[in-house]
C-alpha cells in the first residue's frame, strides 16, 4: 500500500519497549515510514529492574523473530521465595506461577533487542540527548520544537515517554489529565551488587514492618545481581516527604536516606547497602499506576506506559500496544487518516487493559496484582491478526 504524497513522517518520544517495538512493526507493515526515535537520554539506557513477557505479548516477540534472543538472555530464575524476620522461606513459587514469569529478563537487555533490531532499519534513526519541547497540530501535520533548537512536521508523533511522560501534557487537555498520574504508595530503588559464589536462582524477597522490603533477584551474568529496597507507605497515594526530599537531591543523598532506612533491617542488609555505595546503576522510582479516559488527540497519542502504566504487567501491554498501533495504521490510504487509525486503535486495545487499582497492604504489593498479572497471563486473550503479519 502507497501513500498519496510524501512518505508518513513519525516521531517517537522515548526509545525504551514501547517507542522502538512500534518502530519495528511499522517498518514491517506496508507503509513507506520514516520514523524519528528521540530519546532525553544522551546514551542508550543500561538500568532498570528485571521485567516479565505474559500473555499475547509472547506471540508478538515471537512474531517479532526475537524468542530465542529473549530466551538466551533471560534471567535464569527459577521461582520465588517469602522470607520471614530470620531470612527462613515460610512461602515459595516455582517459574511461571504469579510471581516469577516464563520470559523473564532485564529491561536493559530487552530494550537492547528492540535497539538492534531496528537500528538496521533503513527508515528508523535515534536522536539522542533531545526532547520534545512544544508541539503544535494543523490539519496537515504536527509541529514540533525540540529542546536542542531544532524544528520538524510530522504525520504522526507517539509518547511513548514513560509513566512520566513530559509529552503527555502537549497531546491531551488539561481534563483528560487530571488525576491520571496515581502514585500507589511505594518507592523502589534498582541496582546491581556483586553475587556470592553459590546464590540460588531464586527471587528472593525479605520483607519487615513499616513497609521496607528488601528483594535479590539472580541475573544471567552469574557475577552480579539485582537488589532492590522498597518502601511502602500506608496508604495508597500517601507520601514520604523524608524519601521524596532525598530523592530530589539526588543519588548521594537518596543513598544516605537509604541507609537510614535499611541499615539495621537484618538478613542481608548490610552487605546489600554495601554494594549500593560502589553500584553504577542505582536508580530509584515512585511506582505509579496511569489510567487515562483518553490516549489520542488528532495524530498524536500517548503508549505504552505513558498512556496505561499498570504495575506487574507494564512491560507486556506496552509490546501489546505497539504491535496493534502499527496494525491500525496499516490500513490508512494516505496520511489524512491517520487521527481516524489512532481512533481505531484504541477502541480496540483499551479492552485489553486492566482497570484495577493496586493496594500495598501485602509486603508492598496488593492482591489486586494477583489478580491482573495471573488475568493478563491467560490463554483466553486474543491480538488482531494482520494480513501482513508473516
Not at 127 to 141: F, H, N, P, R, V
Not at 215 to 220: A, D, E, S
Request: net charge negative; glycine share 10%; hydrophobic share 40%.
Amino acid at each position: 500500500m502507497s501513500l498519496s504524497g510524501p512518505r508518513l513522517k513519525v516521531l517517537i518520544s522515548g526509545a525504551g519497549i514501547a517507542g522502538p517495538c512500534l518502530a519495528y512493526w511499522l517498518s514491517r507493515t506496508r507503509l513507506d515510514v520514516v520514523i524519528t526515535i528521540v530519546e532525553r537520554s544522551p546514551v542508550p539506557r543500561v538500568t532498570g529492574q528485571a521485567i516479565d513477557i505474559r500473555g499475547p505479548a509472547i506471540e508478538v516477540v515471537k512474531a517479532m523473530r526475537l524468542e530465542e534472543a529473549i530466551r538466551s538472555r533471560i534471567t535464569q530464575e527459577e521461582g520465588t521465595s517469602i522470607l520471614n524476620s530470620s531470612g527462613k522461606a515460610f512461602a515459595s513459587f516455582k517459574a511461571g506461577d504469579i510471581f516469577t514469569a516464563e520470559y523473564e529478563i532485564l529491561r536493559a537487555d530487552l530494550a537492547g533487542l528492540f535497539l538492534e533490531a531496528t537500528e538496521s532499519l533503513g527508515g528508523v534513526s535515534y536522536m539522542y540527548g533531545d526532547s520534545i519541547k512544544a508541539l503544535e497540530q494543523t490539519e496537515k501535520g504536527a509541529n514540533v520544537t525540540f529542546a536542542g533548537g531544532s524544528k520538524g512536521t510530522f504525520d504522526l508523533v507517539v509518547a511513548a515517554d514513560g509513566s512520566t511522560s513530559s509529552t503527555r501534557t502537549m497531546i491531551l487537555d488539561e481534563e483528560d489529565l487530571k488525576n491520571s498520574y496515581n502514585f500507589i504508595g511505594q518507592y523502589i530503588a534498582f541496582f546491581s551488587i556483586p553475587s556470592l559464589p553459590i546464590a540460588p536462582n531464586i527471587w528472593q524477597w525479605y520483607n519487615v514492618p513499616k513497609g521496607l522490603c528488601i528483594m535479590l533477584r539472580p541475573h544471567r551474568n552469574a557475577s552480579t545481581m539485582g537488589a532492590y529496597l522498597c518502601i511502602t507507605t500506608p496508604a495508597h497515594g500517601k507520601r514520604d516527604t523524608v524519601v521524596e526530599e532525598a530523592m530530589e537531591k539526588g543519588s548521594d543523598a537518596t543513598k544516605k536516606m537509604l541507609h537510614s532506612y535499611f541499615e539495621n533491617l537484618g538478613w542481608e542488609a548490610k552487605r546489600v547497602l554495601q554494594g549500593m555505595d560502589s553500584a553504577s546503576d542505582f536508580y530509584m522510582t515512585k511506582a505509579a499506576q496511569v489510567k487515562l479516559p483518553k490516549w489520542t488527540n488528532g495524530r498524536a497519542l500517548v503508549l505504552g506506559d505513558a498512556a496505561h502504566a499498570t504495575f506487574g504487567i507494564g512491560t507486556s501491554l506496552a509490546i501489546e500496544s505497539a504491535y496493534i498501533l502499527a496494525g491500525e495504521l496499516s490500513k490508512i490510504k494516505s496520511s489524512d487518516e491517520v487521527p481516524q487509525a489512532l481512533e481505531r486503535y484504541e477502541g480496540v486495545f483499551r479492552p485489553l487493559v486492566p482497570t484495577a487499582c493496586f493496594s500495598t497492604d501485602f509486603m508492598g504489593i496488593g492482591a489486586e496484582e494477583f489478580i491482573v498479572v495471573g488475568w493478563h497471563g491467560g490463554n483466553d486473550l486474543e491480538l488482531p491478526v494482520y494480513d501482513w503479519v508473516k
